[in-house]
């Protein structure tokens, strides 16, 4: 079945410690977006590509980098400069069509700092 | 440019109807709504164009009045099911960041039995 893997599902991470996550999708889409989810904030965008060796920051980059050597592949890392990290990360993927983009999320990587 | 979405929440009983809207600043091109449930992601409900009629399936529809920039999400005769958050997600008439969703802060539902 087509769909959007996120791993792993839950991860904990020491102070100064960089993390990745993981984000693959088998639907042929085009563009990738990383999103943060806070109680009652809404989904904030990390990052965002439409293309493969392409990307741009979106409201929330601060402290994240991404990468985007395959079309299938966007993983996220959440250095030691991210103030506050603790959170729920959402991956999605689109054809990037204008107006019909739906996006197709993942099961999210809630990530905690310990 | 992130829409406002109200209420902030509403509780029903089954059977009773909710209007949740999603209003924008900027001119539009398409607004999308996701519903999520707790802990899960967000699934896709549906697309409204600028241009485009009103949507539906089911007993849950949607509007978009382009001269306020503002859509509504209409669920009638609610069930259990209905239950969770739901987010309004835009996409701007012009500009850089055409095809990217601005998401509103979410509208939390639950459906009491």
């Known amino acids: 079945d087509g769909g959007i893997t996120q791993s792993p599902k839950y991860l904990f991470r020491k102070e100064g410690q960089n993390v990745t996550l993981s984000c693959e999708q088998n639907l042929n889409h085009d563009a990738m977006y990383w999103y943060r989810q806070d109680p009652g904030q809404g989904l904030r965008l990390i990052y965002y590509?439409?293309?493969?060796?392409?990307?741009q920051k979106g409201d929330i980059a601060e402290g994240y980098s991404v990468s985007r050597e395959k079309k299938e592949s966007f993983p996220l890392t959440v250095t030691s400069a991210q103030k506050n990290p603790t959170a729920f990360y959402l991956c999605?993927?689109?054809?990037?069509?204008?107006?019909?983009?739906?996006?197709?999320f993942g099961q999210g990587t809630r990530l905690t700092v310990v | 440019q992130q829409p406002v979405q109200s209420p902030q929440a509403v509780i029903l009983r089954e059977g009773e109807d909710a209007v949740i809207n999603c209003s924008s600043s900027?001119?539009?091109?398409?607004v999308h709504w996701y519903r999520q449930k707790h802990g899960e992601a967000p699934v896709f409900l549906m697309i409204l164009l600028k241009g485009g009629e009103q949507k539906g399936h089911d007993k849950i529809s949607a509007s978009f009045n382009e001269k306020k920039q503002q859509s509504s999400l209409y669920l009638t005769a609610s069930q259990l099911s209905y239950s969770g958050t739901y987010f309004c997600g835009t996409e701007m008439d012009r500009g850089s960041t055409l095809g990217r969703l601005y998401f509103g802060r979410g509208t939390q539902l639950t459906v009491w039995p």
């Open positions: 999605a993927s689109s054809s990037w069509d204008r107006g019909t983009a739906e996006a197709f």
């Open positions: 900027k001119a539009l091109y398409s």
């Open positions: 590509s439409q293309i493969v060796n392409d990307f």
